[in-house]
């Protein structure tokens, strides 16, 4: 089957690049090389990239310029703000920010987009290409509230859809992990639930060992009280009477 990510990135100076350094036969039943005609895969998203998509918070875009200049540009937002539409469709709320507008200018020269989405914490990733178009706020009412995030305070200004041509997953070699503060939250819980509990446990001991040591002194100046007592009745009854 022709994998239509590797079919699309497989251009010919890539392919002589394979060539050169190893990797053509490798790739060549699966970029077209030999079956350019075959089935496709990798052109719809399945429920394996639906719910990796639906898990992000962020993603990577990267776009062209007409001058030939790559662009990438960060894109956050609340988790699952990247609206999975349709199998071949995504589209996320366009909130203003710098008001550059690098990427709304770039897609309405060449609408060619490819997305890098990370799960830095196990080490994956998900490489999409497609097709990009902004649409203003007022031009689609029903589109933009597909987009929309409910309960997130950002003014948004587009629209984004974007028709995806194909998709592939990479390999989690070179992928240090880091971890978003809701997935610290997570693993981080337990611990600090023991962290109190050991606290309580060691304040709770520290009290029962001061009451212990204030027993043990009272304990000690009353048999410190009755010593010097006895002592002071011997030394009495030693002393002669006076004549």
């Known amino acids: 089957m022709v ?11 890539v392919k002589a690049a394979r060539e050169r350094y190893g990797g053509a036969a490798q790739y060549a039943r699966l970029d077209g090389t030999l079956d350019p005609d075959g089935p496709v895969r990798n052109d719809r998203l399945d429920e394996p990239e639906r719910a990796f998509i639906a898990d992000r918070d962020g993603f990577y875009l990267a776009t062209v310029s007409e001058t030939g200049w790559p662009y990438v540009q960060y894109r956050g937002g609340p988790k699952g703000f990247l609206r999975i539409l349709d199998e071949r469709t995504l589209g996320f709320a366009d909130f203003r920010g710098n008001r550059q507008y690098v990427t709304t200018g770039n897609v309405a020269a060449d609408d060619r987009v490819s997305l890098f989405l990370m799960d830095y914490a196990r080490r994956r990733r998900l490489k999409i290409f497609g097709r990009l178009q902004m649409l203003d706020a007022d031009a689609d009412p029903a589109v933009l509230d597909a987009v929309a995030m409910q309960d997130y305070e950002a003014v948004i200004e ?6 995806v041509e194909a998709f592939d997953w990479n390999c989690p070699q070179h992928i240090t992990p880091r971890f978003t503060h809701d997935e610290l939250e997570h693993v981080l819980a337990p611990v600090r639930d023991e962290m109190t509990g050991l606290r309580e446990e060691n304040q709770r001991l520290r009290r029962l060992l ?3 040591r204030t027993t043990a002194a009272r304990v000690d100046a009353t048999a410190s009280d009755r010593a010097g007592s006895g002592a002071s009745s011997r030394s009495t009854s030693a002393v002669p009477p006076e004549e």
């Not at 994998?3 to 100076?13: E, F, G, Y």
């Not at 587009?158 to 028709?163: H, T, V």
Request: net charge positive.
């Open 3 to 13: 994998h239509r990510w590797l079919q699309l990135a497989s251009t010919p100076s």
């Open 158 to 163: 587009r629209a984004a859809i974007i028709r």
């Open 210 to 212: 001061a009451e212990q």
